[in-house]
């Protein structure tokens, strides 16, 4: 089993910038592919990002892409998410999810390993 602890959440104006973090124990980090996903209020679960086990490998949903970076240290056994021009339909709960697999992914059923999820708010 993989234990995901997400960090970095708040409350931002639209236009500012966030980092999430999600630390990572148990099984071996560098082996799983991870994933940012988001749930507003209201709204099922939906993918914001991916990184293949090494960080070769990036996906983003393209309500994302070109303001959300995906990134990930192994030997911080950490992933993170660079948030940067929030805008007010990026609020929601983000998770940090971990998937028994090397490669990307971007359903939720595809991830194996949940943390407890982090509020991201942006005013406008």
């Known amino acids: 089993q993989v234990q995901l602890l997400e960090s970095g959440g708040g409350l931002v104006q639209a236009g500012g910038s966030l980092r999430l973090s999600c630390a990572a124990s148990?099984?071996?980090?560098?082996?799983?592919?991870m994933g940012w996903f988001r749930q507003a209020p209201g709204k099922e679960r939906e993918f914001v990002a991916a990184?293949?086990?090494?960080?070769?490998?990036?996906n983003y949903a393209d309500s994302v892409k070109g303001r959300f970076t995906v990134s990930r240290d192994n030997a911080k056994n950490t992933v993170y998410l660079q948030m940067n021009n929030l805008k007010p339909e990026d609020t929601a709960v983000y998770y940090c999810?971990?998937?028994?697999?090397?490669?990307?992914?971007?359903?939720?059923?595809?991830?194996?390993?949940w943390g407890q999820g982090t509020q991201v708010t942006v005013s406008s």
């Open positions: 148990g099984r071996t980090f560098s082996n799983n592919a």
């Open positions: 990184i293949n086990w090494s960080g070769g490998i990036t």
């Open positions: 999810a971990a998937r028994f697999h090397s490669l990307t992914a971007s359903r939720p059923d595809d991830y194996d390993c």
